[in-house]
């Protein structure tokens, strides 16, 4: 009977998965940095920019430099099979989602013989905020810590099962997740060391698993940056005008550790209350084995260098998450309560909770497929724009103070801002004075900004 209840519990977490993002699957509206990705993505689809030089817009960021471009080309794939549709955006994320969790029980399935109870580290980063916002909003951290999770489950595979050609195989996968987000992806080279100081009967094995993942990058990172020209001035433009900015303190700062170590302990909440529930009502004292604390210390990696950083976001931790779940579960699944429980009635109570989620879900997504999910009158006034005025940029006082309506106008109405004067048409406040040789051409409704149109010489 436990077995039947962990079945069901595993189709449990995927149902909880598909009430928290089916909803939101055909809304358009998403985070700036979102929107943001997604013009890349499909620019790079039609043929706007290339794989090494990226383009957001023809005013911002004609050459992006911001991020390495392998998730965008990943995206456009998306582009390609199914149409520039809003949902394409989201589609992309979620499939990362679902590549996630197949590295989690893979992972999983390596550090213990209860694979059946797979869902728990599944169910708790499922429930992790910071995991349902990065992929309802496409943030690369999406890709990224799918990414990671194969090249950790590669080196582990590898190293446990001493089959060398999986940790060879992680080095090629190290590219790739260094070519999604850049030096945020390093932590995963943590593994094999800490792998190697708890487990001493895999040292060796770890060892040879090391060099062979390093040796694997080195050669294809050194043959990209020899004989592809466009890596190298990509690679050094990324560098110069990204990287070492932002590792200077000259870029964006925002945040500061004290409140990002509040944000990871309310990251962290539902698997310490959890395991503090479970721990009342069990009776029994909990080991922190060895599995824990592998996990615990990798989650220790991802997180804290960003805590010496002088720019913090809640979703830079998103990636490390994984592995503080991985390690809380591991903790979890070792008491035989309440996972052994023997009631009938459990399976018929999750098998009706689990229909009723998908299908609340698939009435959720198709009720908020009506209008947007957020921005709601600035997305309408924007595909308002585009609709009377197809084709055409658009002057606005200063892109510093509208980066949003930047992003909504690029993903969904190719409706270009800028600031420069000698474009026709003009969008500006309600309040603002517009110069004599501008009329009005256009209002929206309930967006506080009027179109306006060059009508002569100045």
């Not at 992006?64 to 080309?73: D, G, L, R």
């Not at 499922?126 to 995991?131: A, G, I, R, Y």
């Not at 489950?153 to 446990?160: C, N, R």
Request: contains cysteine.
């Amino acid at each position: 009977m436990s077995h039947v209840i962990n079945y069901r519990l595993n189709q449990f977490s995927w149902a909880v998965a598909a009430i928290m993002f089916l909803p939101l699957l055909f809304t358009k509206g998403m985070f700036l940095d979102g929107l943001t990705y997604a013009s890349i993505a499909r620019n790079l689809n039609e043929g706007m920019g290339s794989f090494w030089i990226p383009s957001y817009t023809p005013y911002i960021h004609p050459e992006f430099y911001e991020h390495p471009p392998f998730s965008f080309a990943l995206h456009s794939v998306f582009y390609r099979l199914f149409g520039d549709q809003a949902w394409v955006d989201r589609i992309y994320a979620y499939t990362m989602y679902g590549l996630s969790v197949l590295m989690i029980r893979r992972i999983w399935a390596l550090f213990t013989p209860s694979v059946h109870r797979a869902w728990i580290p599944q169910l708790l980063w499922t429930l992790t905020p910071t995991v349902i916002w990065s992929h309802q909003n496409n943030l690369l951290e999406a890709p990224l810590s799918a990414a990671i999770l194969c090249v950790v489950w590669l080196l582990i595979e590898g190293t446990l099962k001493r089959n060398y050609i999986w940790s060879a195989l992680g080095g090629l996968v190290f590219f790739i997740a260094l070519g999604i987000k850049g030096p945020v992806a390093l932590f995963p080279l943590m593994t094999l060391p800490i792998m190697a100081v708890l487990y001493p009967e895999h040292r060796r094995a770890a060892l040879i698993s090391m060099l062979l993942m390093v040796l694997s990058f080195s050669v294809l990172f050194s043959y990209y940056y020899t004989y592809e020209i466009n890596f190298s001035t990509f690679f050094n433009s990324y560098l110069n005008k990204q990287l070492f900015p932002t590792l200077l303190g000259n870029r964006e700062q925002s945040g500061d550790a004290l409140s990002s170590l509040i944000e990871i302990t309310k990251q962290l909440a539902l698997p310490m209350i959890v395991f503090l529930i479970l721990r009342i009502r069990s009776g029994r004292v909990y080991v922190l084995r060895r599995e824990s604390i592998f996990f615990f210390v990798l989650a220790i990696c991802g997180s804290l260098p960003f805590l010496l950083m002088d720019r913090q976001h809640h979703y830079y931790f998103m990636p490390s998450m994984v592995y503080w779940m991985l390690g809380f579960a591991m903790l979890l699944e070792q008491s035989p309560y309440p996972w052994s429980i023997q009631r009938k009635k459990w399976v018929k109570v999750l098998s009706l909770t689990n229909l009723s989620l998908w299908l609340v879900g698939a009435v959720l997504s198709i009720y908020f497929s009506k209008s947007p999910s957020r921005d709601k009158h600035m997305i309408r006034a924007i595909e308002q724009i585009a609709r009377n005025y197809p084709s055409q940029s658009v002057r606005i006082e200063a892109i510093e103070d509208s980066w949003e309506l930047c992003a909504i106008g690029a993903r969904y109405g190719k409706v270009y801002f800028t600031e420069n004067t000698d474009v026709a048409l003009y969008l500006v406040s309600e309040t603002v004075a517009v110069p004599s040789n501008y009329v009005l051409v256009d209002t929206f409704n309930k967006f506080p900004m009027m179109l306006y149109k060059k009508t002569a010489l100045e």
